[in-house]
């Protein structure tokens, strides 16, 4: 069975938040404390967007993850470049399915005339680190102690990749 990618729409966010949940209660792998409502989701992920897509993950015939690009800044000089975002369910990871879904995020990012992409990771997030890496993505920045979770002060780095 092969990975398939559909665009998100308003009907999926509750499995999107199901996801999301996780991350949020269990890790730090984002910086959000506390989990997040339907409406906040539907602020943070571009939805039906001509340039910036987002995607349900599907793998064998079940929903596995989620992508995203989203404007770096959103002001006009940015254009050029999107922020990628990816989280997988548990046990969904280790399989190529990260790697598929950065392919799918470069191929459209390319398509839309994206030519800088970029993703911020929790500097202790091995894994996403790993990921980014493995796909052609180098290290641009390291921001020292800049957020705080589970009592720990933790760092981001940036990757970026030019198409």
Not at 100 to 110: C, I, P, R
Not at 120 to 133: A, K, P, V
């Amino acid at each position: 069975m092969s990975t398939v990618f559909k665009e998100i729409t308003k009907d999926d966010f509750t499995v999107i938040k199901e996801i999301y949940d996780h991350y949020i209660l269990h890790s730090t792998a984002t910086f959000h404390t506390e989990e997040v409502s339907l409406e906040e989701l539907k602020e943070i992920i571009p939805l039906g967007h001509a340039k910036y897509k987002s995607f349900l993950i599907y793998d064998r015939d079940s929903v596995c993850g989620y992508c995203y690009m989203a404007p770096y800044k959103k002001r006009q000089a940015y254009d050029r470049s999107a922020e990628v975002t990816l989280y997988l369910r548990p046990g969904c990871t280790g399989r190529g399915i990260g790697r598929k879904a950065m392919e799918k995020m470069e191929e459209v990012a390319s398509a839309n005339e994206i030519k800088v992409l970029l993703g911020i990771i929790t500097g202790e997030n091995t894994d996403s680190i790993r990921l980014f890496e493995r796909n052609g993505y180098e290290k641009c920045a390291h921001f020292k102690g800049v957020g705080e979770k589970f009592n720990r002060v933790l760092d981001v780095v940036a990757y970026q990749k030019m198409l």
